[in-house]
């Protein structure tokens, strides 16, 4: 009967292991940087959600005068080391920036439009430079439909 493992045997085994993690360290390392984006692009759709549904709600007086944590329940970064979420506590007519992996993506801002003649809030998204804002940016640009100048009018 034998009691050991050959020094064959091993060498065998820690390259298999070695192969085994060549080909899963880049897809666990994607994945991350893709639920990160999911999580991003969800939150900003979640907002302007929110936001057109406070705005019909309470009308146009109170809604320009809220913050942002008296509308939605989207995490702000003021109040947890976390990189991704709402910048500051501010009011809607200051205007709101969300940032993913700590690069802004999106800004609304509520203001008097002259391309539709009325006020209107207005989410604008920028290019990340971090994998996971880049696909962030890339998707809701995607979703919304969005071609110039990355503005897009939630009501």
């Known amino acids: 009967m034998r009691q050991a493992f050959t ?3 091993l060498i065998f085994i820690i390259v298999i292991i ?7 360290i880049p ?6 940087t893709d639920a990160a984006a999911a999580l991003c692009s969800r939150e900003v759709t979640q907002l302007a959600r929110e936001l057109s ?3 019909t709600r309470t009308g146009h007086n109170v809604f320009k005068h809220k913050l942002v944590s008296e ?4 995490r702000l970064l003021s109040n947890n080391n976390s990189t991704t979420g709402i910048s500051s506590d501010a009011s809607i007519s200051v205007g709101i920036e969300y940032k ?6 999106a800004s609304f801002i509520y203001t008097y439009d ?8 207005i989410l604008r998204i920028t290019d990340g430079s ?14 919304l439909n969005i071609q110039v100048n990355g503005k897009y009018y939630v009501f």
């Open 7 to 9: 020094l064959i045997e």
């Open 18 to 24: 070695g192969i085994l993690s060549f080909v899963a």
């Open 27 to 32: 897809k666990l390392a994607s994945s991350r």
């Open 53 to 55: 549904n406070f705005y």
């Open 71 to 74: 509308m939605t329940n989207i």
């Open 100 to 105: 993913c992996d700590g690069i802004k993506i």
């Open 114 to 121: 002259p391309t539709i003649l009325r006020n209107g809030l």
């Open 130 to 143: 971090t994998p996971a804002s880049l696909l962030s940016s890339n998707i809701l640009k995607g979703n």
